[in-house]
């Protein structure tokens, strides 16, 4: 009885196989098959969405690149797995991607009871309302006896739950599986106000019929620090996605760009000489190579040219850095040292 | 299967032993090991629900059902039951569920008349209401659903004019992209003798259809059913409302703020929904139709005309009761279809029990597992209930004809 016992049991391991598997070191198997697994956005212009001729870009698209130059040495060994705000998690925890770039809010409950991890905080967001203008509405405060549209699966949601009982307004929810049919409800005049985040709005106005006819209310009603995100119980693969994303900043505060960082190799400032791998081994000390960072670097570039380039002065979307300036400079990022 | 490998072959001597031992008798054996398939299958699946239990524990993913008494946090647009965001996840569970059960008994109700209608019209002589109702079930027979569901839902959207430039209805009915707002009855003092009324004229009129039923078999003498009913039914109940001093007033939708305030609101996302499933769902129903009348022998028509029934009558009295023994299975599966497709209303911001509860309920809790169990618990319990009743309903009408 007892092998019998065993065998329907690894039997049924067998059929749930994934779930176990997902414990596996995640370094080890994407550098055995060479390529990258990264969850991204479905499509949110300046943070995942493939452009004309089809090629994924964006912030968090930037992200998955930087962490495939540092473990493969090669930016363009990602396989990216397109997820909508309902399947993400379950994408991560399943084992199908090996990290989840996808505007993704940074929460107790997530970083807690999903099998999950936060690696760090590649955008400092919040949410915001959008409305008609021909609306006439100012702030969101007059928006009481308003209907709402939202996509599910969401922070939002909650959020708007939140902010609309804390300040004693009627409103009615109307929730979609997707970004695009809440937007085209929306635009239907389903909703007076359509609300995710900030950042968000900014970049779906741009894709709107009459982009002008809308505007972003002031209130900012939730904070949504947005970062990648691995499973729990692989410190390894969590601490390399986590220095990834301190690599990018230190190289921004460095001065090390895309452009200069071969000349920037060859400097003696110590500083840049550990972030390139030209003193100490921090590389090995995460089980990758000691030019990890200036692969990052040379292939895809520091935060600030990867915030400007895609979501930026550089980009349609043009969001002021604000917060997501680094410290020395009034805004949020701050990395530890590299030393 | 191996009990019957088992089964003694019919050997040349004619005597079998007196008694077999127990071991060797078929029977037994079958109970046996029927036993042991249902005992390794409750042990199979007690084994992978303690897979799962173990590998989420180890994963650090939450697990059971203590979610379920916690505060949801989120609104619902729609809800038969009181719920607000200070609600539980169990009570967002039910709002759910019953927006679903909502959904598919309209649908149902609007699919069997629609289906009914354009199957019997295709089977008319009139040219004309044949290819109409031909084309209604080839379009919309072999056009994806979800297909169907955006156009109801974005086509009629669009073309509706915002809450400012309503439509006005007679009736004081409103009509705009936020919905369909109808005034709201309230009830004054002694409506309550105005529905006793109605009621009265119900059993009233049951009974006097169960009396001219009884006489017409016995003299064949018929009786203006219907006329007394409509009498018993409208008339009754309009009287002692009139005498009462019309006891009901409305509650009229009026637009304050961004909306219609007051009065009953139904959401464009249930409109679309419950015209989109049901007119899908008609044009099968049309052709389960069209097969159980066309498999009614010929003869029963020609019986009925040699009888001089009017082709109305031949129709209600003799063809259909036949053809709904052969139309009762297949529709049955229509229904269950329905309601399993009524899970696509997330796509338009409906909040059926899967948008609330497999969609917002999962993904703000993070429970999977556990869900998606329930979610499937839900659908076969509907899915048994539904096939439990229609097949009630087949054996009472077959034991009916035969
Ligand atoms: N940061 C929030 C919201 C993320 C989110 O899903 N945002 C929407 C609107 S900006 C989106 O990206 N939708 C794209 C899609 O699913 O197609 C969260 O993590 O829950």
Same mark, same amino acid.
């Given at each position: 009885?007892?092998?019998?016992?065993?065998?329907?049991?690894?039997?049924?391991?067998?059929?749930?196989?994934?779930?176990?598997?997902?414990?596996?070191?995640?370094?080890?198997?994407?550098?055995?098959?060479?390529?990258?697994?990264?969850?991204?956005?479905?499509?949110?212009?300046?943070?995942?969405?493939?452009?004309?001729?089809?090629?994924?870009?964006?912030?968090?698209?930037?992200?998955?690149?930087?962490?495939?130059?540092?473990?493969?040495?090669?930016?363009?060994?990602?396989?990216?797995?397109?997820?909508?705000?309902?399947?993400?998690?379950?994408?991560?925890?399943?084992?199908?991607?090996?990290?989840?770039?996808?505007?993704?809010?940074?929460?107790?409950?997530?970083?807690?009871?999903?099998?999950?991890?936060?690696?760090?905080?590649?955008?400092?967001?919040?949410?915001?309302?959008?409305?008609?203008?021909?609306?006439?509405?100012?702030?969101?405060?007059?928006?009481?006896?308003?209907?709402?549209?939202?996509?599910?699966?969401?922070?939002?949601?909650?959020?708007?739950?939140?902010?609309?009982?804390?300040?004693?307004?009627?409103?009615?929810?109307?929730?979609?599986?997707?970004?695009?049919?809440?937007?085209?409800?929306?635009?239907?005049?389903?909703?007076?106000?359509?609300?995710?985040?900030?950042?968000?709005?900014?970049?779906?106005?741009?894709?709107?019929?009459?982009?002008?006819?809308?505007?972003?209310?002031?209130?900012?009603?939730?904070?949504?620090?947005?970062?990648?995100?691995?499973?729990?119980?692989?410190?390894?693969?969590?601490?390399?996605?986590?220095?990834?994303?301190?690599?990018?900043?230190?190289?921004?505060?460095?001065?090390?760009?895309?452009?200069?960082?071969?000349?920037?190799?060859?400097?003696?400032?110590?500083?840049?000489?550990?972030?390139?791998?030209?003193?100490?081994?921090?590389?090995?000390?995460?089980?990758?190579?000691?030019?990890?960072?200036?692969?990052?670097?040379?292939?895809?570039?520091?935060?600030?040219?990867?915030?400007?380039?895609?979501?930026?002065?550089?980009?349609?979307?043009?969001?002021?850095?604000?917060?997501?300036?680094?410290?020395?400079?009034?805004?949020?990022?701050?990395?530890?040292?590299?030393? | 299967?191996?009990?019957?490998?088992?089964?003694?072959?019919?050997?040349?001597?004619?005597?079998?032993?007196?008694?077999?031992?127990?071991?060797?008798?078929?029977?037994?054996?079958?109970?046996?090991?029927?036993?042991?398939?249902?005992?390794?299958?409750?042990?199979?699946?007690?084994?992978?629900?303690?897979?799962?239990?173990?590998?989420?524990?180890?994963?650090?993913?939450?697990?059971?059902?203590?979610?379920?008494?916690?505060?949801?946090?989120?609104?619902?647009?729609?809800?038969?039951?009181?719920?607000?965001?200070?609600?539980? /996840?169990?009570? !967002?569970?039910? *709002? #759910?569920?019953?927006?679903?059960?909502?959904? $598919? %008994? @309209? +649908?149902?109700?609007?699919?069997?008349?629609?289906?009914?209608?354009?199957?019997?019209?295709?089977?008319?002589?009139?040219?004309?209401?044949?290819?109409?109702?031909?084309?209604?079930?080839?379009?919309?027979?072999?056009?994806?659903?979800?297909?169907?569901?955006?156009?109801?839902?974005?086509?009629?959207?669009?073309?509706?004019?915002?809450?400012?430039?309503?439509?006005?209805?007679?009736?004081?009915?409103?009509?705009?992209?936020?919905?369909? /707002?109808?005034? !709201?009855?309230? *009830? #004054?003092?002694?409506?309550?003798?105005?529905? $006793? %009324? @109605? +009621?009265?004229?119900?059993?009233?009129?049951?009974?006097?259809?169960?009396?001219?039923?009884?006489?017409?078999?016995?003299?064949?003498?018929?009786?203006?059913?219907?006329?007394?009913?409509?009498?018993?039914?409208?008339?009754?109940?309009?009287?002692?409302?009139?005498?009462?001093?019309?006891?009901?007033?409305?509650?009229?939708?009026?637009?304050?703020?961004?909306?219609?305030?007051?009065?009953?609101?139904?959401?464009?996302?249930?409109?679309?929904?419950?015209?989109?499933?049901?007119?899908?769902?008609?044009?099968?129903?049309?052709?389960?139709?069209?097969?159980?009348?066309?498999?009614?022998?010929?003869?029963?028509?020609?019986?009925?005309?040699?009888?001089?029934?009017?082709?109305?009558?031949?129709?209600?009295?003799?063809?259909?009761?036949?053809?709904?023994?052969?139309?009762?299975?297949?529709?049955?599966?229509?229904?269950?279809?329905?309601?399993?497709?009524?899970?696509?209303?997330?796509?338009?911001?409906?909040?059926?029990?899967?948008?609330?509860?497999?969609?917002?309920?999962?993904?703000?809790?993070?429970?999977?597992?556990?869900?998606?169990?329930?979610?499937?618990?839900?659908?076969?319990?509907?899915?048994?209930?539904?096939?439990?009743?229609?097949?009630?309903?087949?054996?009472?009408?077959?034991?009916?004809?035969?």
């Amino acid at each position: 009885m007892k092998r019998a016992t065993k065998l329907l049991a690894t039997a049924a391991a067998v059929a749930l196989g994934t779930i176990s598997a997902a414990n596996a070191q995640t370094l080890d198997k994407v550098k055995k098959q060479g390529v990258l697994s990264c969850g991204v956005n479905v499509g949110l212009a300046g943070f995942s969405a493939p452009d004309d001729k089809g090629n994924w870009t964006g912030l968090d698209v930037d992200y998955c690149r930087a962490i495939a130059a540092a473990v493969l040495g090669d930016a363009t060994k990602v396989r990216f797995v397109p997820t909508t705000a309902k399947e993400r998690f379950t994408a991560l925890q399943s084992g199908e991607i090996d990290v989840l770039n996808r505007n993704t809010t940074w929460t107790m409950g997530r970083d807690t009871s999903l099998g999950l991890s936060f690696a760090g905080t590649n955008y400092y967001d919040g949410q915001g309302l959008m409305v008609k203008k021909s609306l006439g509405v100012k702030s969101a405060t007059e928006l009481s006896g308003a209907t709402v549209c939202v996509q599910t699966g969401t922070t939002t949601e909650l959020n708007l739950a939140d902010y609309f009982r804390q300040n004693k307004l009627e409103y009615k929810p109307v929730v979609f599986e997707k970004a695009d049919e809440t937007i085209t409800a929306y635009q239907a005049g389903r909703c007076d106000a359509y609300t995710t985040d900030a950042s968000g709005l900014y970049a779906q106005r741009l894709q709107m019929q009459q982009p002008d006819e809308h505007i972003v209310l002031p209130e900012i009603i939730s904070k949504e620090p947005l970062g990648p995100s691995v499973r729990q119980g692989d410190s390894q693969w969590f601490t390399i996605v986590r220095w990834v994303h301190f690599a990018l900043l230190n190289a921004e505060e460095a001065g090390i760009t895309k452009a200069n960082v071969d000349q920037m190799a060859n400097s003696t400032n110590p500083d840049i000489r550990r972030i390139l791998g030209k003193e100490g081994e921090f590389g090995k000390a995460i089980g990758l190579g000691n030019d990890w960072a200036y692969q990052i670097v040379k292939q895809v570039g520091n935060y600030g040219e990867i915030f400007d380039k895609n979501v930026g002065a550089g980009s349609r979307i043009n969001i002021a850095r604000g917060q997501n300036n680094l410290w020395s400079k009034g805004g949020l990022q701050y990395a530890p040292p590299i030393r | 299967m191996t009990a019957t490998t088992n089964r003694q072959a019919p050997g040349p001597l004619v005597t079998p032993p007196a008694k077999p031992n127990l071991l060797y008798r078929p029977e037994f054996r079958q109970a046996v090991y029927q036993v042991l398939l249902v005992v390794c299958l409750i042990f199979a699946f007690w084994t992978i629900a303690n897979n799962v239990a173990d590998n989420l524990a180890r994963q650090n993913i939450a697990s059971g059902f203590g979610f379920w008494n916690r505060t949801s946090g989120f609104d619902i647009s729609q809800s038969l039951i009181e719920y607000s965001n200070q609600s539980t /996840y169990g009570r !967002a569970f039910w *709002a #759910g569920l019953l927006n679903t059960l909502l959904v $598919a %008994a @309209l +649908g149902i109700v609007f699919a069997t008349i629609i289906g009914f209608l354009v199957g019997i019209g295709r089977l008319s002589t009139n040219w004309l209401i044949s290819r109409i109702c031909g084309a209604y079930v080839e379009i919309l027979r072999n056009l994806p659903l979800l297909l169907q569901l955006f156009f109801w839902y974005f086509a009629v959207l669009k073309n509706l004019p915002g809450p400012r430039q309503s439509i006005s209805l007679p009736g004081g009915l409103s009509l705009n992209v936020r919905g369909l /707002y109808l005034p !709201a009855p309230i *009830a #004054g003092p002694g409506f309550d003798y105005v529905l $006793a %009324a @109605l +009621g009265l004229g119900i059993v009233l009129s049951i009974a006097v259809a169960i009396w001219a039923r009884a006489r017409q078999r016995a003299t064949g003498e018929r009786f203006p059913v219907l006329w007394t009913t409509l009498a018993l039914v409208l008339l009754l109940p309009g009287a002692v409302y009139i005498a009462l001093g019309q006891p009901l007033s409305f509650q009229y939708p009026v637009l304050r703020g961004f909306n219609f305030q007051g009065g009953v609101a139904v959401q464009p996302e249930l409109i679309a929904l419950v015209v989109g499933l049901s007119t899908y769902t008609a044009s099968f129903i049309a052709e389960i139709v069209r097969a159980g009348i066309a498999g009614v022998p010929r003869g029963q028509r020609e019986a009925a005309n040699a009888l001089g029934l009017s082709s109305g009558l031949t129709m209600r009295l003799v063809i259909l009761p036949q053809a709904l023994r052969i139309i009762i299975p297949p529709l049955t599966s229509q229904y269950l279809n329905l309601t399993k497709n009524s899970s696509l209303a997330v796509a338009i911001g409906y909040p059926d029990f899967v948008s609330v509860f497999t969609g917002t309920v999962l993904n703000q809790t993070g429970q999977a597992v556990e869900v998606i169990l329930l979610t499937m618990l839900v659908f076969l319990t509907i899915s048994l209930i539904t096939s439990a009743f229609m097949n009630w309903f087949n054996k009472h009408i077959a034991l009916v004809e035969r």
